[in-house]
């Protein structure tokens, strides 16, 4: 299983040939997060093809304020040796703010690189946001920091 603290799988699985899953949980301010994410990669030769889908939902006051998002998203990395990879990525993300009702959607694109061994990675991508939503940030910067069980 991979652990990913961030809440988003890394675009870097040890082994290909098996999908792998995360689920984060956390707490901020009073609000309490959970989600789950799967992980799909490709590798063929020294390209890298991952595709994630996973939501989250955060509730606070007994479950009277809650809401979701749901995302996707799909990258391709060049794995230039080993333990380095670089490439692109591109995120959508649909907020649901009440549960009920599907809110805006968001898309932000940008280049990550990782580094990887046998235990754990570090992932870094920066992503810039090509929706015109003014409730979400222009640029993201994502560091992952997958640990392999």
Known sequence: ???????RAASESRNPNEPESAAPADTQGGQRYTGILGLLQKNIGAWIFVYNVGGE???????????????QSAGV???????????????HEIAVPDVDTIGDSGVFI??????????????????????????????????????DF
């Open 57 to 71: 939902i955060a509730w606070e006051d007994d479950y009277k304020n809650d809401g979701a998002e749901l995302m």
């Open 110 to 147: 940008g280049p990550t690189v990782a580094w990887r061994n046998n235990r754990f990675a570090v992932a870094v991508t920066g992503l810039w946001q090509v929706t015109a939503l003014a409730d979400e940030p222009d640029f993201q910067l994502h560091t992952l920091f997958p640990v």
């Open 77 to 91: 990395s060049y794995q230039i040796n080993p333990p380095w990879s670089a490439g692109a990525e591109i995120l």
């Open 1 to 7: 299983m991979l652990f990913c603290p961030q809440g």
